[in-house]
């Protein structure tokens, strides 16, 4: 066959090889720093301020929570009505309340049954929705359509309403157990559901049929390898979830049904202020600014974390 | 260089293309395209020239990550987020649209040039009809409206080959075949009556089969209509069976680019050297002479005959395999059968590589599965060593799992991304309780070794290896448990052609050191002649083709048989082989 004329620009061309040098095919780099999911998402977070004043609000948060005694050595019960709405004074930076006890002293010590519901909550609904949730997912068939079901109906029921609910039947048990277990009862079956989903997602993995080809157990590999590809969603869901809880036990608290007024706490507070709203507006603002703050910061993680976890976002 | 001539070309279908006045179509000067990553900017095509001339066809060859998509997609300026031209100029028709406009783009796009994009299942809108997708593009470019457009929305999907084409228009993506979407892109892509068509992979994602019926057509069209095409592709054998000119890309550069003959018969380029000694299109062509020279047939020999005379019993033996899928019917509760494999048999000899070739759907993975025990058959029965399969117990079946291993498709999917390259390797001897911490740790450095990785790779994690790496973990797993057969499910088929020379010759390397059987489930029809000792081709869940691949390649009996090879990209190209040989050195 005659060579095909070549027209202007069209001649063969080969680069120069010093130019262009040919890598190894496919060479590991060796170099490099192992890296793995989670140190990725480190990576990601180190660089977002907005992790940086979360974590910070939150280990404030959560110092006062445990130490309040640091923060003020007044009691925050030993209310004298001669006080009564007194401006603030030394040693009482926010003033006193109608019933003459210091604010400041309130809100501090109120930080703690706030973060313990919080957090007891959250481990709570994550222990029993991770739990059901993988079941459902890994194993499928009945216990799944039953699940579904029992989520479907959980869903329909208004969660705040719900607990108000029952908070009133158990009026005279009223404590911070009480309120966990009720927030607890109402708020797994979401996280459930996130489980379930994620599990779905991973179950059908090639490394899981290769777990499952080299013998492993299905026990196993639901715990070895499809719970921890499906950690990410849980986690950014009870970061989030941590402060919608604090929420619903301050919303709790200020309708008189969740923590007794024997527990110095927020929503109670929030609660005993309104009535004198116009007069003393102070009164109000600080628990409502700390509640406020609280979950913000946690609100706050939830959604750095999730930008730094979400499959979606992640590189390659 | 040589003084430019103007005489008439003439392509490799020896039709007869008048120049036209020499004036390039599309002239892409020293094109410079960066992307901003977290890490600052990074060259995706550096430097980079092309020509296109009017009517001609061209292709872009590389692998992934070699630019040839982002030069294509900079010329329509299509580039995908931070993507942006930083040098050279992009001429087409006399005019430079380097920096044209937004507006002055639109005019271009669709009407001057058409792209025939990569993926036909994810780029036509599910919630709007074919024939609405089809006149939107005659909309946007102001060829017609109205009863017009209807008429001629039937009219272009006809002649994209569409049958019934007016009936066809009135349907749904979801109602098409991959090759029927394929078919309806290509009409969007040349409904503008554009000078030149870019075709970006325009048909990797279907069989071989419709991928040759849909090339083919798409090559008559766009002679017929004078349309210059740009092909993109990864495969060299079909690139240089479709266009004339050939730019080879590599890591952003242009290696090498000239008429497609002159690429293909002399390689200049070390790195076109290597791409066109692994094709697996052309080298499948080409082992028959390797073997003639000697070199391949010792290693063939090697593998199959070694470690003297091996013992030729059949270590698989599948019979009358069926299974059957219950699927979702039309009302609830009902369900219809599918049958998935029908009457399938077929054994593999101890120490050779027994290969399962079919379209997708032929039911081919199914039988996989059933051979791992990972599925049960619905009639049949598969043997292992003389024992019947479904009659292990579960510590029988535990025993089994250490003899029998596969190894997936997808790199990316077949590794936990939360294991350290370590714990992955180091799971299948932790389950099956062998060894203790430290001879482990040996074993896995072995076995790293025996894929050709560093033991330094033992502490990353599979997000940062490359395909081919990860699929070398994949293997070195497998092999963890020194079992007797692995079952390779497309083991290769995601890898550039390179990565994926590299990784057959690793198989084949092992096979012949520890005797393995394989089991290779595959599409490609040229990979199966590089690896495999027995074929049997399945069609619709039926074995239609069994035989040495000798015989399945040289004597196909079955037409079906035949049509699958005819399409193996680059088949065609046996008359530039002789060509080939006829050049002088």
Sequence with gaps: MPETPTRPDQQHFFAQLDETPVGVVDSVDESAAPASVWKDAWHQLRRRPMFWVATLLIAVIVVVALFPQWFTSVDPKACDLSNSSLPPSAGHPFGFNFQGCDIYARTIYGARPSVTVGVLTTVVVVLIGA?????????????????????????????????????????????????????????????????????????????????????????????????????????????????TFIVAEATLSFLGIGLPQSVVSWGGDISDAQRRLRANPVELFYPAAALALTVLSFIMMGDVVRDALDPKARKR | MSHPTYEPIVDATGAVHAPHGGAPLLQVRDLQVEFMTNTGPVQAVRGANLTVYPGQSVAIVGESGSGKSTTAHAVIDLLPGTGKVTGGSIVFDGKDITHASAKE???????????????????????????????????????ATGKDADRRVAELLAEAGLPDAERRANQYPHEFSGGMRQRALIAIGLAARPKLLIADEPTSALDVTVQRVILDHLEGLTQQLGTAVLFITHDLGLAAERAEHLVVMYRGQVVESGPSRKILADPQHPYTQRLVAAAPSLASRRIQSAKER????????????????????????????????????????????????????????????????????SGKSTVANIVLNLLDPTEGKVYFDGTDLSTLDAKELFTFRRRVQPIFQNPYGSLDPMYSIYRTIEEPLRVHKVGDRKSREKRVRELLDMVALPASTMRRFPAELSGGQRQRIAIARALALEPEVIVCDEAVSALDVLVQAQILTLLNDLQAELGLSYLFITHDLAVVRQIADEVCVMKTGQVVEAATTDEVFDNPRQPYTRELLAAIPGARLEVFGEGIEDLPA
């Design chain 1, 131 to 243: 739990v059901v949730g993988a079941i459902a997912g890994f194993y499928g068939k009945w216990f799944d359509s039953i699940l579904s079901r029992v989520t479907d109906i959980f869903f329909a029921i208004p969660f705040v309403l719900a607990a108000i609910v029952i908070m009133s039947v158990l009026y005279n048990q009223r404590g911070i157990l009480t309120v966990v277990i009720v927030l607890g009862v109402f708020g797994w079956p979401q996280i459930a559901r996130i489980t379930r989903g994620a599990v779905l997602s991973v179950k059908n993995s090639d490394f899981v049929t290769a777990a499952k080809a080299l013998g492993a157990s299905r026990a196993s590999t639901l715990v070895r390898h499809i719970m921890p590809n499906s950690a990410a969603p849980i986690i950014v869901y009870a970061t989030v979830a941590l402060g």
């Design chain 2, 105 to 143: 783009m639109v005019e271009v796009r669709g009407r001057q040039i058409g792209l025939v994009p990569q993926d036909p299942m994810s780029n036509l809108n599910p919630v709007w009809k074919i024939g609405f997708q089809v006149k939107e593009a005659l909309k946007a470019n102001g060829i």
């Design chain 2, 294 to 361: 000697g070199v391949e047939s010792t290693e063939l020999l090697a593998t199959t005959g070694g470690e003297g005379a091996r013992r030729s019993d059949e270590v698989v033996k599948v019979e009358n395999l069926t299974k059957v899928f219950q699927i979702r019917g039309n009302r609830p509760g009902q369900t219809t059968e599918f049958k998935a494999v029908d009457d399938v048999s077929f054994s593999i000899k101890r120490g050779t590589t027994t290969a399962l070739v079919g379209e997708s759907g």
